[in-house]
């Protein structure tokens, strides 16, 4: 049988598509997607909803600014789900990639790809690595939405100009890689000889580029050497090691690895990643000048490959990330393309058409095996930074994002072991000085070799806003370091992340240090300004108002703090200790009845618990 039959040309890709959503409901939030979803300011639902178009993707928030996300479609569809749970936006995310796979397949058909041709081109969508991150983060919503919109744009272009222009401008407004298939789309159009479409093509991305300009700058804010460390190499390096960044997207899609997440990877500065690289876009200039010369749809897969992994490569424009799993997506759809145009000329009769199908059925089972493997590892933070340090064991950034994450979990001995690996890395690497710093100050408080090494990552990592904030954190706890100076160390790490609760709040502890009690509660009211629900902000403006003997206030905001929805496990039992606190003090002051409902608040707050009943007796008996 040479040629397919036409529901198992689309049944079978949408049953792998329908494989990978499974997979991914009952997954949790990783990675970037708490900032996007759960803590973005612009899905607060007192926000404007054309807030989306006025402001960044990120809500302009501290530690973003390099990042410049420009992407109202994709806030709308996350807002659109307002506080759902995270298997919501993961069946979402499951039915655009469900609904790219079918899409990119119909227009490979339309393009002239067999039935065969169009079935690999489907199930490798559907089932591959490079294409699992953009499906299985919930961040990737605006690469799936780019690509949906912007296939559309580019396959109609010809035939549907009107529609077109519409879908790539709602393409353009997910994310500003979509301006991949807006080129794509331009080339088809001029290979056509279609004047004022590529005109309006060039209109369309101007005016893009003129209001995105005007909400987040041009290329956005300066991105720091540690974010990307492209930044940092001569133009000579770049090109090196941006040729070996595509050579890494190549390899993840065709020879179908698992993905690592976002700045999990390494960048390599040579070697058969360059080798690679280079060779990859050798060929794919290649053939699109002889797409070009044949009027051949290739020009169409070509043009979206190329474009896509020079942009991707950093020589040409400089990205806050080098290397992202989810912008593989764009750059496999023109490959994938590519692929399902070229077996579809071999004549069914030839004798290579037989082996070439083999070697398709072979990749794409391993990539099946490593795809599933890579979603699987979205499932959770702890899973995902697993996965990392397992495909990446020489990345400093991948062994330190797993440390970090266990230091929050408490797990000091095994974060140690991976901090040292990752310094045993990248000696310099100021993330992993940084947590070090912070595990070590969780082992031995007020030790010096935490302090040391807080230092040396201020030290090593130029712009590092955390390491900052870290050093005024661990100078706040010092008793021995003179008052100016550390409120000097914080007043520098509120310049540099003047939106951060934990750092208005240690800046406040310094200025109480010094016996400025007017400026400890001006930087107490700017945080609660700003942060009216977050636990560290409002306890410990409790504790200040206790050591300043305000304890009624106390009472009120621990009692709100308790009632709030981020209200933390510690919370409750602290108001009950405050109760007390303040029941004790209105018997000295021999208000007994008061003290008396007091405690009987604290008890209702803590039914059954034998300490709090025996305790309360002695405030209502009589005096």
């Known amino acids: 049988m040479r040629r397919v039959p036409e529901p198992l040309v689309l049944g079978l890709p949408l049953l792998a598509a329908l494989f ?172 056509g000889r279609m004047w004022l479409r590529c005109g309006l093509l060039a209109l369309l991305a101007f005016v893009w580029y003129g209001l995105r300009s005007s909400v987040v700058g041009h290329l956005g804010g300066a991105i720091p050497p540690l974010d990307n460390p492209l930044v940092a190499m001569s133009f000579d390096e770049r090109i090196i090691a941006g040729l070996g960044l595509v050579g890494r997207y190549v390899s993840w899609i065709l020879a179908a690895q698992p993905v690592p997440a976002d700045m999990a990877a390494g960048v390599e500065h040579g070697g058969l990643y360059a080798l690679t690289g280079a060779l990859a876009l050798f060929a794919l200039g290649g053939l699109l000048v002889d797409a070009w010369r044949k009027g051949h749809a290739l020009v169409l897969g070509a043009s979206l490959a190329l474009v896509s992994l020079v942009l991707l490569s950093n020589i040409a424009l400089l990205l806050p990330t080098p290397a992202a799993g989810r912008l593989a997506y764009h750059p496999g759809l ?14 069914s009769t030839h004798a290579l058409w037989r082996s070439t199908h083999l070697v398709a059925f072979g990749l794409l089972l391993i990539g099946a095996f490593s795809g599933v493997q890579t979603l699987k590892a979205w499932e959770s933070d702890l899973t995902l930074f697993e996965a990392n340090v397992e495909i990446e064991p020489q990345s400093a950034r991948g062994q330190t994002n797993l440390a970090k994450l ?20 990248a000696p310099a690497y100021p993330l992993a000085l940084l947590n070090l710093s912070a595990l070590l100050e969780r082992q031995q408080p007020g030790g010096e070799q935490a302090w040391a090494l807080a230092q040396e990552a201020v030290a090593k990592g130029s712009g590092l806003k955390k390491a900052h ?7 706040v706890l010092r008793p021995q370091l003179e008052a100016r100076r550390v409120l000097a160390y914080c007043q520098d790490a509120r310049h540099l992340m003047p939106s951060s609760p934990e750092v208005h709040v240690n800046l406040a502890r310094a200025y109480e240090r010094i016996e400025g009690r007017a400026d400890a509660e001006r930087v107490f009211a700017e945080a609660l300004a700003m942060h009216p629900e977050h636990p560290f902000v409002v306890g410990h403006w409790v504790g200040y108002l206790v050591r300043k003997g305000s304890l009624e206030e106390a009472l009120r905001a621990q009692r709100g703090l308790a009632m709030s929805r981020r ?57």
Request: net charge neutral.
């Open 469 to 475: 904030a870290n050093l005024c954190a661990l100078a």
């Open 334 to 347: 023109g490959l994938s393309l590519i692929c399902a145009l070229m077996l579809s000329k071999i004549p």
């Open 20 to 191: 990978v959503m499974g997979l991914t409901l009952g997954h949790g939030f990783a990675f970037d997607d708490p900032m996007a979803v759960i803590t973005n300011p612009l899905l607060d639902e007192s926000r404007s909803w054309l807030d989306a178009f006025t402001h960044d993707f990120w809500g302009e928030r501290s530690g973003y600014e390099h990042i410049a996300s420009w992407r109202p479609l994709t806030l709308w569809s996350l807002r659109w789900l307002g506080g759902a749970q995270p298997m919501a936006f993961h069946l979402t995310n499951g039915l655009l990639h469900l609904m790219i796979v079918l899409l990119a397949l119909q227009g490979a058909r339309r393009l002239g790809a067999s039935s065969w041709g169009s079935l690999w081109l489907g199930l490798f969508v559907a089932l591959t690595p490079a294409f699992s991150e953009a499906t299985a983060s919930i961040v990737g919503r605006g690469d799936l939405l780019a690509a949906f919109f912007g296939l559309c744009g580019m396959y109609w272009i010809r035939e549907r100009p009107a529609w077109a222009l519409v879908s790539l401008s709602l393409a353009l407004l997910s994310k500003e890689t979509a301006i991949v298939y807006a080129l794509s789309a331009g080339a088809w159009a001029l290979l």
């Open 406 to 425: 266990l230091i929050e979990r408490g797990d000091l001995e095994r974060a140690h072991t991976h901090l040292k690996q990752a310094l045993d890395a």
């Open 567 to 623: 209200a933390p496990p510690s919370a409750r039992p602290n108001l009950v200790a405050l109760l007390f606190q303040l029941a004790k003090k209105r018997q000295v002051e021999e208000r007994h009845p008061e003290a008396c409902e007091l405690v009987r608040e604290a008890k209702a707050l803590a039914p059954g618990v034998h300490a709090v009943a025996e305790r309360a007796k002695a405030f209502c008996l009589s005096p």
